[in-house]
């Protein structure tokens, strides 16, 4: 009988292991491995960091909720993985063997490549992490006692761009809220080539919302920036530019895991792993990856080099598929395998506004260029929905649900997403290893 395992119990990785615990019959395992005691829902963070909100509400206990649902649960970091042995080492413990592995281990902040930046041992704040966002909580409540510049923008390489807009928005509307704003200018720093990119070129009406926003709000943006280095009150950029702040919120690069990067073949330079569309490893036929550790190539050539995001639909489309596809390999299920269309929505916070940024898919057709569907809406609707999406995803992870038929009903009357479809039939027919890669 087969022990499956999930590492990372993040957006991606909890909804797939309850995916794959109700698609397998009770003598198949399913072991989920965290470095965390919690789950996060990352996306209201950025709340936390404004004290809006205590952590308390992003967060649920793995262990208690692994127990509910049926799932074995093993707290600890993944080190190291032996491929051919096909086992996982996690630190201080036994080594754990595996059938099948599922990788949604997110991101791994690079903050080395940009002097001065991130929290430990920085000047940047971060709401990447819960200890991150509770550490830039403290440094705003200390920031409103004496105000000054700030600045908010991203590193080079960057590929999630939507929580840095929040957060100039949020700041700018939190310091207006306190009569602040006048003593706080606000500069947002990106290596996006416009303001409204974020990473994906050309979603309709995307770049004037966002840049009509900013000016609206008095927020001045530096595009195609290379921040080089942080010192302790200031931001150098390449141009030699220096921008000086009370308060600094950066998002640094993404890579992979560590362990990813020391197994050879299982990812490319930066720790990212090459996924067929099924979200099967190309070498590595039991394993799969999903989320944000998967290798999605930036399509565009920009001056300032940056990532493709990843959104938490995706990462959880991703998932959704890779569990799916496991069920089918073990025959615990007689369907055809399901790929995820990377159909992605994103609402974006910016106060008492938002835009909703729909790219469909993420990655154009590489012949023509183009998408499906791809526009931005700008409202204060996307507040409302965003916060009632937020308690939706919690209580799905309180009941141990991953992504029901109802959810893809809705987005897809609402939004004319599919965020999963079957593998054509001639995909289904060719050999397997035969599908292209993706991105
Ligand atoms: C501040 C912020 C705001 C965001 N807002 C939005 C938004 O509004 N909308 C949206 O769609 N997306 C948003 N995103 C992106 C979204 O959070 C990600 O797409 C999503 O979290 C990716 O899911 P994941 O499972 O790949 O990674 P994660 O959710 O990051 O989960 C990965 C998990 O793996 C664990 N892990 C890592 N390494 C190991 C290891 N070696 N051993 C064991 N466990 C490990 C981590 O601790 C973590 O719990 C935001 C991101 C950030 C940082």
């Known amino acids: 009988m087969a022990n499956v395992v999930v590492i990372g119990a993040g957006l991606g ?33 950025i709340q936390v ?7 308390s509400h992003v967060q649920m206990g793995l262990a208690q909720l692994a127990q509910r649902h049926h799932l074995n649960w093993v707290s600890g970091q993944v080190t190291a993985l032996d491929t051919t042995q096909q086992c996982l080492t996690i630190e201080g413990q036994e080594a754990i063997a595996y059938d099948y592995l599922l990788i949604a281990t997110g991101a791994s902040l690079a903050w080395d490549r940009v002097p001065g930046t991130g929290p430990h041992g920085g000047y940047t704040h971060s709401v990447c992490t819960p200890d991150h966002a509770l550490e830039a909580r403290q440094a705003w409540l200390d920031f409103l006692e004496n105000p000054g510049p700030i600045v908010v923008g991203a590193a080079p390489g960057a590929g999630c761009f939507g929580p840095a807009y929040e957060f100039a928005l949020i700041a700018d509307q939190e310091l207006r809220r306190r009569g602040l704003r006048d003593q706080a200018p606000i500069t947002y720093v990106t290596p996006e080539p416009y303001a409204g990119h974020l990473g994906v070129s050309g979603v309709r009406q995307a770049r004037e919302l966002t840049a009509e926003l900013m000016q609206e709000r008095g927020i001045e943006v530096i595009d195609n920036a290379t921040i080089t280095a942080v010192e302790p009150q200031t931001v150098t950029l390449a141009d030699g530019r220096q921008l000086p702040f009370h308060y600094a919120m950066i998002l640094p690069a993404f890579q992979g895991a560590q362990f990813i990067r020391e197994v050879p073949g299982l990812g490319d330079d930066k720790g990212f792993i090459p996924i067929l569309p099924t979200q099967r490893h190309p070498e590595f036929a039991n394993i799969y990856a999903a989320g944000v550790s998967v290798k999605l190539a930036q399509p565009d050539v920009t001056p300032v080099p940056i990532g493709l995001p990843k959104s938490g639909q995706m990462a959880e489309a991703m998932a959704t598929a890779a569990a799916h596809n496991i069920a089918v390999d073990l025959k615990a299920i007689n369907a055809k395998p399901q790929v995820p269309t990377l159909e992605a929505l994103c609402f974006a916070e910016f106060g008492e506004t938002g835009i909703a940024y729909i790219a469909a898919p993420v990655l154009p057709d590489p012949k023509t260029g183009k998408r499906k569907r791809s ?47 079957d593998v054509s039939s001639s995909a289904k027919t060719a050999a397997p290893g035969s599908e292209s890669l993706v991105g």
Request: hydrophobic share 50%.
């Open 49 to 55: 960091a404004f004290n809006l909100k205590p952590l």
């Open 13 to 45: 990785g909890l909804p797939a292991a309850y995916e794959l615990r109700h698609l397998l019959p009770k003598e198949h395992t399913v072991t989920l491995v965290s470095d965390k005691s919690e789950f996060t829902f990352i996306p209201g963070l």
């Open 375 to 421: 526009y931005a809406v700008r409202g204060p609707w996307v507040v409302w929905v965003k916060a009632a999406f937020e308690e939706y995803f919690m209580m799905k992870i309180r009941f141990g649900v991953g992504m029901p038929w109802y959810e893809r009903l809705g987005l897809r009357s609402l939004f004319g997403l599919q965020l999963l479809k």
